[in-house]
């Protein structure tokens, strides 16, 4: 028997939705004595999209995306890229990677540009995301000195690496790659900070 998408929904956040008697803050004393604020706590599935928030602006300007994707730089020292999707909504990215979840599973209920998969084991999904503007900073070291590049990209598409949990639900998002774009332009900061 298939479940609609409300259902499904319904489903993911009853599974998500941490106890309260183990995620209120004074758990194990009393319910009397645990503040009315947490029956208004946010679900857990606000956090879902907490990794692909590092690669999001809501900005429509390149240059704004690029110093955004520039300062990702100095929070992770080891990257050698930075990407950052920008010209959309959250709320439109993220729906676009929940539906394609709810496409897979239910057989194409959502007109959406993004397309996802299941690996092999059921572990992940594997999703693609198309129709989006971003930038994607590169970052080589050139006789000991890093050398930073940034490309903004439209009509582009990335792909994204998700949880999958049980009945095929979509987990946290835990990865991004750039996949293929349009290149547009070299963008070029204006006050570059030394990483």
Same mark, same amino acid.
């Given at each position: 028997?298939?479940?609609?998408?409300?259902?499904?929904?319904?489903? *993911?956040?009853?599974?998500?939705?941490?106890?309260?008697?183990?995620?209120?803050?004074?758990?194990?004393? +009393?319910?009397?004595?645990?503040?009315?604020?947490?029956?208004?706590?946010?679900?857990?599935?606000? =956090?879902?999209?907490?990794?692909?928030?590092?690669?999001? $602006?809501?900005?429509? %300007? +390149?240059?704004?995306?690029?110093?955004?994707? /520039?300062?990702?730089?100095? &929070? /992770?020292?080891?990257?050698?890229?930075?990407?950052?999707?920008? &010209?959309?909504? #959250?709320?439109?990215?993220? $729906?676009? %990677?929940? *539906?394609?979840?709810? &496409?897979?599973?239910?057989?194409?209920?959502?007109?959406?540009?993004?397309? @996802?998969?299941?690996?092999?084991?059921?572990?992940? #999904?594997? %999703?693609?995301?198309?129709?989006?503007?971003?930038? =994607? @900073?590169?970052?080589? %070291?050139?006789?000991?000195?890093?050398?930073?590049?940034? &490309?903004?990209?439209?009509?582009?598409?990335?792909?994204?690496? @998700?949880?999958?949990?049980?009945? !095929?639900?979509?987990? $946290?998002?835990?990865?991004? $790659?750039?996949?293929?774009?349009?290149?547009?332009? !070299?963008? !070029?900061?204006? =006050?570059?900070?030394?990483?």
């Amino acid at each position: 028997m298939a479940l609609n998408p409300l259902e499904l929904l319904l489903l *993911h956040n009853a599974l998500t939705r941490p106890s309260p008697a183990t995620n209120a803050a004074g758990a194990g004393q +009393p319910t009397s004595a645990q503040p009315a604020a947490v029956t208004t706590k946010e679900p857990s599935m606000a =956090n879902q999209f907490e990794f692909l928030d590092k690669h999001f $602006d809501p900005t429509d %300007i +390149p240059e704004v995306a690029a110093q955004t994707a /520039y300062e990702r730089f100095g &929070n /992770y020292p080891n990257a050698r890229t930075s990407t950052v999707i920008f &010209n959309i909504s #959250w709320a439109a990215l993220t $729906d676009a %990677i929940k *539906h394609a979840v709810l &496409n897979y599973t239910n057989g194409g209920v959502y007109d959406t540009s993004a397309f @996802a998969t299941l690996s092999a084991d059921g572990n992940q #999904w594997n %999703i693609v995301v198309t129709g989006l503007q971003y930038v =994607n @900073a590169s970052r080589t %070291i050139v006789r000991g000195r890093p050398e930073y590049e940034i &490309n903004e990209y439209n009509n582009g598409s990335v792909f994204v690496k @998700a949880e999958a949990l049980g009945a !095929q639900l979509l987990g $946290d998002v835990v990865h991004l $790659d750039t996949g293929f774009g349009t290149w547009v332009q !070299q963008v !070029q900061l204006k =006050n570059p900070a030394t990483y």
